[in-house]
């Protein structure tokens, strides 16, 4: 009798055992299948970031910095990181980086988005790069990481773009001599320091060639359009430069002030910075493509 029993026991121990692993690995797949159905949902999600910067050893922000928090009805979700510079102690920066992510993170539940906060902490000091101050006012810094559903762009009819052999300024002169309003030249040569909105030494000869057509042409009107590569992640690069988050604006403007500054009148000049909105090779695989991204691209608007 004792035998019998314990083979019954043993039978439904195993009996449980297998009915319980067969629900797991039911659940398990149902979880594998969920998540295989709603992952084009993420897949189509846009990640972008607001960095707002503190004075030193504080945690309060200025209202030229709060103005800059802004949260939209795009947005699906909200990570907060919050850093120092290495003037204090490892526990003190610690303390102070957690501090104005807990800042950052009242102001947002202030706005009505507290649903939307995923998590707010505190990372401690950023080590600077060789050259720069244990100080540096660009790592006293929140980064709001904001996860956006984007919006449905109207399908845009291909445009006319002319990529000249070479930025010469007779070549540029015959380029903009045949080009009709609304149609786009790439300055190909026209090239900027990784991560900054900075020429290269020898890009300065296509932006003096530039110039000299817009002076030889005074009712030419242009916008000056930015463009950047290999952002994965992110709706724009991060310009090192300012510690913000966009370079391709950064790099129309500094071609529109330049140009501005050699005697060309503003209301001639328009930029804007398109991001990673708009590649010539969606998932640039060597670096002639990546070049051909990272453009800056002149529009002309009136002749």
Request: aromatic share 4%.
């Given at each position: 009798m004792v035998f019998c029993t314990h083979i019954k026991a043993f039978t439904l121990t195993m009996t449980f055992q297998q009915s319980y692993k067969m629900k797991y690995k039911f659940y398990s797949i149902?979880?594998?299948?969920?998540?295989?159905?709603?992952?084009?949902?993420f897949a189509h999600s846009q990640i972008d970031s607001i960095s707002v910067f503190f004075e030193?050893?504080?945690?309060?922000?200025?209202?030229?910095?709060l103005q800059k928090i802004i949260i939209d009805s795009m947005v699906e979700s909200?990570?907060?990181?919050?850093?120092?510079?290495?003037?204090?102690?490892?526990?003190?920066?610690?303390?102070?980086?957690?501090?104005?992510?807990?800042?950052?993170?009242?102001?947002?539940?202030q706005k009505g988005k507290e649903k939307l906060i995923l998590s707010a902490r505190g990372y401690g000091l950023i080590k600077s790069?060789?050259?720069?101050?244990?100080?540096?006012?660009?790592?006293?810094?929140?980064?709001?990481l904001i996860t956006k559903?984007?919006?449905?762009?109207?399908?845009?009819?291909?445009?006319?773009?002319?990529?000249?052999?070479?930025s010469?300024?007779?070549?540029?002169?015959?380029?903009?001599?045949?080009m009709e309003v609304g149609e786009k030249l790439v300055l190909q040569n026209l090239s900027f320091v990784p991560g900054q909105h900075?020429?290269?030494?020898?890009?300065?000869?296509?932006?003096?060639?530039?110039?000299?057509?817009?002076?030889?042409?005074?009712?030419?009107?242009?916008?000056?359009e930015g463009h950047i590569c290999c952002e994965r992640q992110f709706a724009d690069g991060f310009d090192q430069m300012t510690g913000k988050r966009n370079l391709s604006v950064a790099r129309a403007e500094y071609i529109y002030n330049e140009l501005i500054k050699n005697g060309i009148p503003q209301e001639r000049l328009t930029y804007e910075g398109f991001g990673r909105r708009q590649p010539i090779f969606?998932?640039?695989?060597n670096e002639r493509q990546k070049q051909a991204n990272r453009r800056v691209e002149i529009r002309i608007l009136e002749r």
């Open positions: 149902n979880k594998l299948l969920l998540f295989i159905f709603f992952m084009p949902l030193k050893d504080q945690f309060v922000l200025v209202n030229s910095q909200i990570v907060i990181k919050g850093y120092t510079d290495e003037t204090g102690s490892v526990d003190h920066n610690q303390l102070l980086s957690a501090n104005r992510a807990k800042t950052v993170e009242k102001i947002i539940i790069v060789a050259r720069e101050s244990k100080d540096n006012p660009k790592n006293r810094r929140v980064d709001i559903t984007p919006k449905e762009e109207t399908p845009i009819v291909e445009e006319k773009m002319i990529i000249p052999e070479d010469s300024s007779q070549t540029l002169e015959q380029e903009f001599e045949e900075l020429l290269l030494r020898g890009a300065q000869a296509t932006l003096d060639s530039l110039t000299t057509i817009l002076k030889s042409n005074p009712k030419l009107k242009i916008a000056i969606p998932n640039e695989i």
